[in-house]
């Protein structure tokens, strides 16, 4: 290089990163996004009570430049819904409508309730109704999610943008000295990815990966932290997609709390993996990071094993993304100064959980992934899923050890209604320290096998079934959904 383009090569430098406002941020074009600017993470607004009216209904939102794309949100957000903060021990009263002109359902994942309540196929809300249901809260506090689970329609309903947080607190939680300033230190980020049609809808014919990020329904997400510790509540809320979170200096972090609520005690961690549906609660420490630095959390999703949602090297489609096999941004932080109630220690204790153990069960079941060659759907135990089909019946009460066999050519998000589990064995090796709480959704590998233990309590009916189903939208609408009856 010469010296006068030494100096422009600087000059450029300056121009590009010299600058920074807080709002408009240029920054370094990453490997898997052109954008030059971020856009302020969207913070869904909350409803807080023991009665909560939602109303889902079409929208649209600025999403690219050009023609707004349609989504669906509730109570009038442009994509997802508003927040539902709960108290466990509370007797709930919901009001769903649906103003679509499509039917729909809505499913309170992770929710120990009667079948009836619980939103699956089955409780259909037709177009210009209300459903409402009630039902108290049992779960312990944590981070749940609500949304569409009408059979063949789930991956349509959910990529339009249809779906919500829950928060749940109870006493335990609430007397722990965590972050729980919501929206300020104590962050919902709902993880998902997006495929775009020439006119800037969004593609809904079946495909595994969105190929561009979004967190809370924004692309190229940032926002301003306080200099202290901070809680996120996670969501994978994607199609097929894996995350493998972390932060870009590799900096450590805490799980706190996974799908049912908090562990036992911290888990100290620099990643942490997330399958479809599955949610984690995690506390970073930005006490000593300067004010106006930033740090990007991110996906190390490049050179993940095969079956790991968006492992594969392709680009386009039915199985490319342009995210896949790389590590890509999922939230740009930028840190401001401190809150005056800031929380600066995790605490370490934070539970005491009595899980059910492999010797507890009564009735073992297996349940094998199957299907899913030379085109053919995915199914368990080679039955395809059936409205009025029951393939297991629990009797109440029983402690029952549930092994799932994934002999099959992909990874799969396994989630079972009704109650929370532990899981007890994976044959692969190790079960994570940060999936060591109550789980009801887990990652099963291609040629594992996993098993997970639960108690079937509170609920009986002889008529109405709660769900077991592969979490991936699409497999689930293509028939790899089972159901189960408690009964007397
Ligand atoms: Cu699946």
Redesign the pocket.
């Known amino acids: 290089m010469t010296k006068i383009s030494l100096f422009l090569a600087s000059l450029i430098f300056i121009v590009i990163y010299g600058c920074n406002k807080s709002d408009d941020i240029t920054v370094t074009p990453s490997t898997t996004t052109t954008s030059l600017t971020y856009n302020d993470l969207w913070i869904p607004p909350t409803i807080t009570g023991k009665s909560f009216d939602l109303t889902l209904a079409k929208s649209s939102k600025q999403l690219r430049s050009g023609a707004k794309t349609a989504t669906y949100g509730y109570n009038g957000s442009e994509f997802w819904g508003p927040t539902l903060i709960m108290n466990k021990g509370d007797f709930i009263q919901m009001n769903v409508t649906n103003n679509l002109s499509e039917t729909t359902t809505t499913h309170w994942h992770g929710f120990h309730i009667p079948a009836i309540m619980d939103g699956g196929p089955h409780q259909m809300i037709e177009p210009n109704s209300t459903w409402k249901p009630s039902f108290e809260i049992k779960n312990n506090a944590g981070t749940y999610w609500y949304h569409p689970h009408l059979h063949e329609k789930t991956f349509e309903q959910l990529t339009y943008g249809a779906g919500g947080l829950i928060i749940i607190k109870d006493p335990i939680e609430s007397a722990l000295a965590l972050p729980r300033t919501y929206g300020t230190d104590d962050i919902p980020l709902v993880l998902t990815s997006r495929r775009y049609n020439s006119d800037n809808s969004f593609t809904t014919t079946e495909h595994a990966y969105g190929d561009y990020a979004m967190a809370n329904g924004t692309h190229d997400a940032q926002i301003s932290l306080p200099k202290q510790l901070v809680r996120f509540r996670i969501l994978n809320a994607e199609t097929?997609r894996g995350y493998n979170l972390g932060f870009s200096d590799n900096r450590s972090f805490y799980v706190i709390s996974n799908d049912g609520g908090l562990l036992d005690a911290p888990v100290s961690v620099t990643r942490v993996k997330l399958a479809v549906g599955e949610r984690v609660e995690i506390v970073v420490d930005l006490s000593k990071d300067e004010v106006g630095s930033s740090l990007d959390m991110k996906a190390y999703n490049a050179n993940q094993e095969f079956g790991f949602g968006g492992s594969e090297p392709q680009t386009t489609g039915q199985f490319g993304s342009l995210l896949n096999n790389k590590d890509f941004n999922v939230l740009h932080i930028n840190v401001k100064g401190a809150t005056s109630n800031a929380i600066v220690a995790v605490p370490t204790k934070l539970t005491t959980n009595t899980y059910w153990k492999e010797s507890d069960a009564t009735t073992v079941r297996t349940i094998k992934?199957t299907g899913g060659q030379a085109g053919s759907a995915?199914t368990f135990d080679n039955n395809t899923y059936g409205f009025t089909t029951i393939n297991q019946t629990v009797k109440l009460d029983a402690i029952e050890k549930w092994t799932i066999v994934n002999n099959n050519i992909?990874g799969?998000?396994f989630h079972i209604h009704d109650i929370q589990f532990k899981i007890v064995s994976r044959s692969s090796g190790a079960i994570a320290n940060y999936e060591s709480g109550w789980k009801d959704t887990f990652y099963i590998r291609t040629g594992e096998t996993v098993s997970v233990v639960a108690k079937y309590d509170d609920f009986a009916s002889s008529t109405n079934p709660f769900m077991y189903h592969?979490?991936?939208p699409n497999?689930?609408d293509a028939g790899?959904m089972g159901q189960f009856l408690v009964t007397q």
């Open positions: 097929e992934i995915f992909f799969h998000s592969c979490h991936f497999h689930e790899l």
